[in-house]
């Protein structure tokens, strides 16, 4: 988010957003274990799996400038 009211929708990936900031995020599809939902996996791929998943939400999360819409599958 630059600043300018620019009416647009941005669709992209948690990825390309890090770093990033936006005035509305939406978080169509997130997933119980992604939200602490779940007992974390004691296998260590399994595990290792979850937390990324786990980090990348707080990613997406905390681009939200001024609004967070999650949608809870």
Do not use: C
Request: net charge positive; no cysteine; proline share 5%.
């Amino acid at each position: 988010y630059n600043g300018s009211e620019v009416d647009a929708v941005k669709v992209g990936t948690i990825k390309r957003a890090k770093g990033l900031e936006f005035k509305q995020v939406l978080l169509p599809d997130v997933r119980p274990h992604q939200i602490g939902d779940a007992e974390p996996p004691t296998d260590g791929a399994e595990r290792e799996r979850w937390e990324r998943l786990r980090r990348e939400l707080y990613v997406a999360m905390t681009r939200a400038r001024d609004g967070l819409w999650v949608g809870v599958a």
